[in-house]
């Protein structure tokens, strides 16, 4: 089991605060072997979105253009989104709720690269032991494959790492060929409620596909 949250962890994806979530050991630097040609590479219109995600792997810091990003998991959306001449700013809450209104939140359970994805409860934000903390996480959708994973990547304690989900088997920590699908995205702790889930396609919420969007007007 999973080792016990650190307190100095908590509240991580609000902005302004640059600790990132409570997410050590989770979603490390994985390489999963394309299942075809076509997967090798993000394609359509958020593979730029995808592309910035996946430069910052392995990064302890998020700068573009001369900017510096919170270390978060809406910071590295924000980082993404700007490299790809697309930005916006939030937390995951309000890059969540700016989708929905503009129309571009969906939960289709094939995303696309580009794709930002949001989750539930991967940690106790308001420390109440219940489980009760919508849209705490946020990633970016990196690849896509022809099983249903799909790699994904964020920030975790250790910095800008990737990790797996699958959500036609969401429950599921690894296929019949023993290969990861589901990267836990909870700690576990002896204070969780028993209906605690802790695999990233358990907590998934929804996606937002924002290269859908005109860009932003300047501001000059």
Same mark, same amino acid.
């Given at each position: 089991?999973?080792?016990?949250?650190?307190?100095?962890?908590?509240?991580?994806? !609000?902005?302004?605060?640059?600790?990132?979530?409570?997410?050590?050991?989770?979603?490390? !630097?994985?390489?999963?072997?394309?299942?075809? /040609?076509?997967?090798?590479?993000?394609?359509?219109?958020? !593979?730029?979105?995808?592309?910035?995600?996946?430069?910052? &792997? $392995?990064?302890?810091?998020?700068?573009?253009?001369?900017?510096?990003?919170?270390?978060?998991?809406?910071?590295?959306?924000?980082?993404?989104? @700007?490299?790809?001449?697309? /930005?916006?700013?939030?937390?995951?809450?309000?890059?969540?709720?700016? @989708?929905?209104?503009?129309?571009?939140?969906? =939960?289709?359970?094939?995303?696309?690269? $580009?794709?930002?994805?949001?989750?539930?409860?991967?940690?106790? =934000?308001?420390?109440?032991?219940?489980?009760?903390?919508?849209?705490?996480?946020?990633? &970016?959708?990196?690849?896509?494959?022809?099983?249903?994973?799909?790699?994904?990547?964020?920030?975790?304690?250790?910095?800008?790492?990737?990790?797996?989900?699958?959500? =036609?088997?969401?429950? !599921?920590?690894?296929?019949?060929?023993?290969?990861?699908?589901?990267?836990?995205?909870?700690?576990?702790?002896?204070?969780?409620? /028993?209906?605690?889930?802790?695999?990233?396609?358990?907590?998934?919420?929804?996606?937002?596909?924002?290269?859908?969007?005109?860009?932003?007007?300047?501001?000059?």
């Amino acid at each position: 089991m999973l080792g016990l949250v650190t307190l100095s962890l908590l509240g991580a994806c !609000a902005p302004g605060l640059r600790m990132p979530g409570p997410l050590s050991r989770l979603g490390e !630097a994985v390489e999963r072997v394309p299942l075809s /040609p076509a997967e090798a590479r993000p394609s359509g219109e958020g !593979a730029e979105i995808a592309r910035a995600a996946a430069s910052f &792997v $392995g990064d302890t810091q998020l700068r573009v253009d001369g900017e510096n990003f919170r270390m978060d998991c809406s910071g590295l959306v924000e980082a993404s989104l @700007a490299q790809a001449d697309l /930005p916006r700013s939030g937390s995951s809450a309000s890059l969540h709720d700016e @989708a929905e209104t503009s129309g571009v939140l969906h =939960r289709r359970r094939q995303p696309r690269p $580009g794709d930002i994805a949001f989750f539930d409860d991967t940690y106790d =934000r308001n420390g109440n032991g219940q489980l009760d903390d919508p849209l705490s996480h946020s990633a &970016v959708v990196e690849r896509v494959f022809a099983d249903g994973t799909v790699q994904l990547v964020h920030v975790g304690s250790k910095g800008v790492v990737r990790f797996r989900m699958n959500l =036609r088997h969401p429950s !599921a920590r690894e296929d019949g060929d023993g290969e990861v699908i589901n990267d836990y995205l909870r700690q576990a702790r002896k204070s969780d409620p /028993p209906a605690t889930r802790y695999l990233a396609g358990e907590l998934w919420d929804s996606f937002a596909s924002f290269y859908e969007l005109p860009p932003l007007a300047s501001e000059e």
